[in-house]
Each structure stands twice: as C-alpha cells, then as structure tokens.
C-alpha cells in the first residue's frame, strides 16, 4: 500500500516536495538534496524499467557510467550530510513499507517528515533530506533491492557512531576538524570560503588562484582554477591518473569529450561556492534541457556543465556517475502526460 501510495507521485509532483521541504533542511544538505534528484531522474529510473533491452536504451540514450540506481542504493548519496543517518533513515523507510497501514497523509511533505522525525528524533533538518531521496531510491528500484544489505558499506566507512555512515577524510576548508566530527555547519561555512591569496596575490593580480574540490572525503580531491578559468580547463591542469575512476578520464577528473556543451559528459552538482560561477547563458540552458539534466531559468543553477562555468572563486562540486541524453525522453512523457493532466 505503502509503494502504492510513492507511485503516484510523478517528476513534477517530486519536484514540488522537494522545493516544499527545502525551508526544512539544514543548509549542509538544501543543494546537495536538489543535486541528488537530478543525479537518478525518476524519468530514467521508468525507462530501464519500462526496456526489455537495457542495451539497446544505453544505446539510444547514449548512457555512459553507472545509471541504475539500483547498483548503488547505499552510496548514490555519499555527499550528503544526512548520509551519516542512512541506517537509522533506510529503517525507518523500510519498516513503514512493510506495514499495511495506509500512509498517515496523503500529503508527502507530512508522510517525509513524519519518517525523518521517528528516523532521528530531534535532527529532522538533518534527516529530512536524506529521507526525501531514500523515499524516491525505494520508489525506483523496490523494497527488495532497496532492503538489501549495508554491510559492505558499513564496513568500508567505518562507523564513528553507533547506527552512522560516516566518511572519514577532511574536506577542504574545514581546518583540522576530521570529516566524521566535522559539525553540519562548519562543512557548510568551509563551502563558502575563498583561498587566502597572501602576499602571492598581489603579484597575481587578476589571476589568483582558487580551489575546486571535487570529493570531500578525499582530502586529495581538488585541482587549482585561475581566476575566470572554466571548471573543464582546470580540471584538465590536474594530470593525476584518473583513469580508474568510474567514469575514467584522460585529463583530470571532471569527464569530458569536448569544450562545447556537445557531449555532455561534464555535468556537475554545485555544492558550494555557486556565487563563485558565471551565470547560465542561453546557449548552457539549452543544452543542459537538450541533454535532460536540469530545466530551470535560475541564473546559478545546482547542476551546470562544467565546460561553460567560469570560477572566480573556490567551488566545491560533486560528479555524476553517469552521463547521457535523456532529455528527448523527458519531453515525450510531458507531453503524453499533459492530457492525463488536463
């Protein structure tokens, strides 16, 4: 009754709860929350269920990387701060599944907050993100893949409390404070700091120096930008072998084929430091609707392509584990959707 009940809840009714909850959560996890959404669209999520020839829709969808959601239930959100909570959130999800009892509203802020509340009582600002996408992870793949194990991730993370993920290395920014111990507002205050330029920067001029980080729990994982440098250019500068990463890449680790919005590989979440990054322009917003990823006319969206984004100042960024073209697909369901709304 329970899944019954997710079911009906479509793209566009997610992505008015998710805009509704946003006043709820922690500033550590309102982007990360929205980034998440976009990373595993329910939309892509239909049409693998939907193909009875998953590599024909690879295929036409030209889907690179790990897409299925259901590969990666318990470490698809790894950037989010309420990730810590995700056993005690992954419970809380699962017994209300089990149980026969029609949902407590029919309203699904209430029924995600409620679930994010009997999670982790007191910490809702914490949980209620995380709640939010573990709700639509059982909404994709299932209870019985959603239920599976966490113990391989458990073990590779290492809990510093009881019932917590926690990663375990320190973001940049956050001084000395270990990642794990690292308080949900200080992560989100390192986000929003800039480099020191020192003495150097006198001499730099306009071309100081800045940070982009692209894994906080990897103290290693971030390159230098220069001041109104794009993000692909940069990352191309780091030339550590990131061949075996997921997505590996030839040129530093942000993906990408080209430098002009035609491949669509370089998509990124913005976790922090968005007021460091050029606008959108017309040319980046259709693209970003063309390949699927994100359909908004905010001028500093969560998600960019990083080839088109100009740093000038620190920016913290998270990549998918995949990158496609779903957007025509998107469009055909609006469409044949319209009717039913109407």
């Known amino acids: 009754m329970f899944q019954s009940f997710l079911k009906q809840h479509d793209a566009s009714a997610w992505k ?24 595993f669209p329910l939309e892509l999520a239909d049409a693998i269920v939907e193909t009875t020839d998953l590599a024909q829709l690879a295929l036409s969808l030209r889907l690179e990387g790990n897409y299925r959601l259901s590969e990666q ?77 966490d113990k391989g991730q458990a073990k590779a993370e290492g809990p510093a409390k009881a019932g917590h993920y926690v990663p375990h290395h320190v973001p940049h920014g956050v001084g000395q404070a270990n990642y794990v111990t690292a308080t949900p507002d200080q992560i989100a205050a390192a986000r929003k700091k800039n480099d020191s330029q020192g003495i ?22 971030r390159f230098t930008v220069i001041n109104q440098q794009h993000l692909t250019t940069a990352s191309a500068n780091d030339t550590r072998d990131y061949s075996r990463e997921l997505r590996g890449t030839i040129e530093g680790p942000i993906p990408a084929q080209c430098r002009t919005a035609s491949c669509g590989t370089c ?76």
């Not at 001499?203 to 990897?218: A, C, K, L, N, P």
């Not at 100042?313 to 009717?339: D, H, L, Q, Y």
């Open 16 to 39: 008015r709860t998710i805009d509704a909850l946003v006043p709820h959560m922690h500033e550590v996890d309102r982007s990360a929350t929205q980034i998440w959404f976009h990373f």
């Open 73 to 149: 239930v318990d470490s698809s959100h790894w950037f989010l701060y309420g990730h810590r909570y995700w056993r005690q959130v992954k419970a809380a999800i699962a017994a209300r599944a089990e149980s026969m009892a029609a949902p407590s509203s029919l309203e699904l802020v209430s029924v995600i907050r409620e679930i994010a509340r009997a999670a982790a009582p007191n910490e809702e600002p914490l949980v209620v993100g995380i709640t939010a996408v573990g709700l639509m992870t059982l909404q994709q793949v299932g209870l019985e893949v959603f239920r599976g194990t």
């Open 200 to 221: 150097a920067g006198i001499f730099r001029g306009i071309r100081s120096q800045y940070t982009v980080t692209f894994d906080e729990r990897r103290k290693e994982a």
């Open 267 to 342: 998509w990124v979440g913005i976790l922090g430091g968005n007021e460091n990054l050029s606008p959108v322009d017309a040319y980046e917003q259709k693209r970003m609707k063309e390949f699927g990823y994100i359909l908004t006319d905010e001028p500093r969206p969560v998600i960019r392509l990083a080839c088109q984004a100009i740093a000038s100042g620190n920016v913290t960024i998270v990549i998918p584990p995949w990158n496609g073209f779903i957007g025509k697909r998107k469009e055909s369901r609006e469409t044949s959707a319209a009717p039913r709304q109407r």
